[in-house]
């Protein structure tokens, strides 16, 4: 099993450029997340997916759209990117949502916007 | 609101030495806590969770952590360090809904 992957795993972008980020894991994980790591702020939830058709906002979600066509695959796009986001952006996925489940990580891509 | 505080961005500490990573939460409700670990320019990985019963979780790596109600903490330890535990570590305490609330972070430095 491959676990959660990323593609790209680096972008340069240039202000006002759009670009998709592609996550996709093999675990048949209902949940699927979207993070963003800036240093010295840990992770913050971007959007959510409790399954397949569905997506929720979480915790910084300006700036960003997703989709969940696919149990398997969970897209984040910048539609107009801007050098504030500029970070680091993990996807993640669980089995189930919940309070106890474990959440698994894929590399990350590290996003330049200039 | 839930929050979680990680005292210390960075800890230093000699290679053999006891390793300490202080993580404190706020919660009104019983929480569930996680701590995760990041390796240079890779994701994150779970090292140990607690969600109900004994107060003392056992993780890979020979980590450990206590859950202590009274104190609000959950407090990640290891007996001996070891070069290969230079890393990020991450504490998190889980949301009513199905986010985690993550700390800033602490990375551990292991000196020889």
């Known amino acids: 099993n491959a676990g959660v992957t990323q593609t790209p795993k680096f972008r340069v972008l240039k202000t006002g450029q759009s670009m998709t980020l592609l996550c996709a894991q093999d675990?048949?994980?209902?949940?699927m997340y979207w993070y963003r790591q800036d240093p010295g702020m840990g992770l913050r939830l971007i959007h959510y997916?409790?399954?397949?058709?569905?997506?929720a906002k979480g915790e910084v979600p300006d700036g960003y759209n997703v989709s969940r066509l696919k149990k398997q695959n969970f897209l984040l796009g910048l539609e107009s990117a801007a050098p504030s986001q500029t970070s680091v952006y993990f996807c993640?996925?669980?089995?189930?949502?919940?309070?106890?489940?474990?959440?698994?990580f894929g590399p990350g891509t590290r996003l330049l916007v200039l | 609101a839930q929050s979680v505080t990680q005292l210390g961005s960075h800890v230093s500490v000699s290679e053999g030495a006891l390793v300490l990573l202080r993580c404190n939460y706020s919660?009104?409700?019983?929480?569930?806590l996680f701590w995760y670990v990041q390796y240079p320019n890779q994701g994150l990985q779970l090292l140990l969770k607690?969600?109900?019963?004994a107060t003392l979780v056992k993780g890979i790596n020979g980590f450990e952590a206590e859950f202590k109600k009274s104190e609000t903490s959950f407090h990640l330890t290891k007996p001996s360090a070891h070069m290969s535990d230079a890393a990020e570590y991450f504490c998190?305490?889980?949301?009513?809904?199905?986010?985690?609330?993550w700390g800033a972070g602490t990375k551990l430095i292991i000196k020889p």
């Open positions: 993640a996925s669980s089995y189930v949502g919940g309070l106890q489940e474990t959440q698994y």
């Open positions: 607690y969600t109900t019963g």
């Open positions: 997916s409790v399954g397949e058709g569905t997506t």
């Open positions: 998190a305490v889980s949301d009513r809904g199905y986010q985690l609330i």
């Open positions: 919660s009104s409700v019983p929480p569930y």
């Open positions: 675990m048949n994980h209902e949940y």
